[in-house]
């Protein structure tokens, strides 16, 4: 009996990842949490606030290939960034253009460029000048699970270079300070293959 459960198991798991290869596009939608420095101490903050530097995103996607996958989005981000009292918002356009390989069964894993775009930045009761560039690129790295048209995945964003504004008018903040806007994020995603 415990023979036929674990081939019954073993076969589910290779339909599974067989329903889940190939090409096609689809929607995804998630929760974006950004570090202000340090991760450990931004951890710190999360737990005492934990809404304080999340945002979310919605987009679309599109698989080329089975094993071995290109994997290319257009995701509208909103992040929200907290600093001293004041919050930075955001909104832009993400494109990753990932490469990735399906390990075993429903595993995955991926990485590659992610070019951002910024349409929007709003510091609370601040005047802020423009971003020194509204386009960059940072590096996504991650890992999913696909389970048929279904599939999450967590990744890691890191810019390749610090994008700032500068605070020009003050109300609490020191005129001259500057504000990274591509920090580095956790980003959760949820997507359906269409």
Do not use: C, W
Request: charged share 20%; proline share 4%; net charge negative.
């Amino acid at each position: 009996m415990k023979k036929t459960v674990l081939l019954a198991a073993i076969a589910l798991m290779g339909i599974t990842a067989h329903a889940q290869k190939g090409s096609g596009f689809g929607i995804k939608g998630g929760l974006n949490y950004g570090a202000n420095g340090d991760y450990f101490e931004s951890a710190e903050n999360a737990y005492k606030d934990p809404k304080g530097n999340v945002g979310y995103h919605i987009g679309v996607f599109g698989t080329i290939g089975d094993k071995i996958y290109l994997r290319p989005e257009l995701v509208y981000t909103k992040t929200k960034s907290d600093y001293e009292n004041n919050s930075l918002n955001m909104s832009k356009l993400d494109l990753p253009v990932l490469l990735g390989i399906n390990i075993i069964g429903p595993l995955n894993v991926f990485a590659g460029p992610a070019f951002q775009y910024i349409l929007d930045t709003d510091y609370e009761g601040i005047t802020i000048s423009d971003a020194e560039n509204d386009f960059t690129v940072g590096l996504n790295i991650g890992a999913g699970l696909s389970f048929g048209k279904f599939g999450i995945d967590l990744r890691y964003e890191r810019g390749f270079s610090e994008n700032e504004v500068t605070v020009i008018s003050n109300n609490g903040v020191t005129p001259g300070d500057r504000i990274d806007t591509r920090p580095d994020q956790l980003i959760l995603s949820l997507a359906l293959k269409l």
